[in-house]
């Protein structure tokens, strides 16, 4: 086995793992009542409005080793050997990454119109992941501008973090929070698409292994937020006017992320 199918491999592991180890620690704090037979698809979900520190750990490490692969003379050597174990086996460049960031949110949304509902309704789910890449494409966009770190390719210096894997991950941690009361497998499917991801993003030779850990860090922290603001969002949204109608949609056009919003009253 050589050097970077090693490294590829342990990257693999500690990333599975410790969001493995997330799943079960976040508990269960969702009173679920089902709705009216009339519309079997909505969900209520009044869910205790702050954050479990618990959920918090896994990213925060992953950021912070993110971070010190800037600076950190150990952790630099790894990116740059890393790189050099891929240039020495010349992987196919191919752009599935591009869409594979986006596959555990479009399974969720699929399930859902399949009849496998998940903790909210289809609405609901919108308006949270679509917060969830407001809030990624927010930290991630600008720590680029500010950290200015070449890519390994050398074609610009907006590697680090990885903006892929942040959404790849940010997409699994949103598919894992719908399905983890009711489908425990199911839910943590999608961290394997997310890592897809961000191995790929280095085989493409786009990022460093520091920009990936960090993009994955920065993507389960924006999809824990989401899940923390929807309550705000959705009052803000809808207030007690039991007549108003809201239809949240994420989107993705010419490599931008965003998310179109249509009330009616």
Not at 17 to 36: E, L, R, S
Request: charge should be positive; glycine fraction near 8%; aromatic fraction near 12%.
């Amino acid at each position: 086995m050589s050097k970077f199918t090693k490294k590829t491999t342990f990257l693999l592991f500690v990333i599975i793992f410790a969001c493995g180890k997330m799943t079960a620690q976040t508990g269960n704090d969702t009173i679920q009542v089902q709705a009216p037979e009339k519309d079997s698809t909505v969900v209520l979900a009044t869910e205790k409005n702050h954050l479990n520190y618990k959920t918090l750990i896994i990213p925060t490490a992953f950021i912070g080793y993110g971070v010190a692969s800037l600076s950190v003379n150990g952790l630099k050597q790894l990116n740059f050997s890393t790189r050099d174990e891929i240039n020495e086996h010349k992987p196919d460049h191919i752009k599935l990454d591009s869409y594979s960031q986006f596959a555990p949110a479009v399974l969720v949304f699929g399930l859902n119109a399949a009849g496998v509902k998940g903790k909210h309704n289809f609405k609901d789910k919108s308006i949270i992941y679509g917060t969830s890449m407001l809030i990624t494409s927010a930290i991630t966009i600008p720590l680029k501008h500010i950290v200015k770190e070449e890519r390994p390719d050398e074609s610009n210096n907006l590697s680090f973090p990885s903006g892929h894997t942040a959404i790849a991950f940010a997409s699994a941690q949103f598919m894992f929070r719908e399905y983890k009361d009711t489908n425990f497998w199911l839910s943590i499917s999608g961290y394997s698409l997310a890592v897809f991801t961000g191995v790929y993003r280095m085989l493409n030779d786009k990022h460093w292994v520091g920009d990936v850990v960090a993009g994955a860090g920065f993507g389960i922290l924006s999809t824990e937020l989401a899940y923390w603001l929807y309550p705000k969002i959705n009052h803000m949204l809808g207030g007690k006017n039991k007549n108003t109608a809201t239809m949240v949609m994420p989107f993705y056009q010419n490599k931008s992320v965003g998310i179109g919003m249509v009330k009616t009253f």
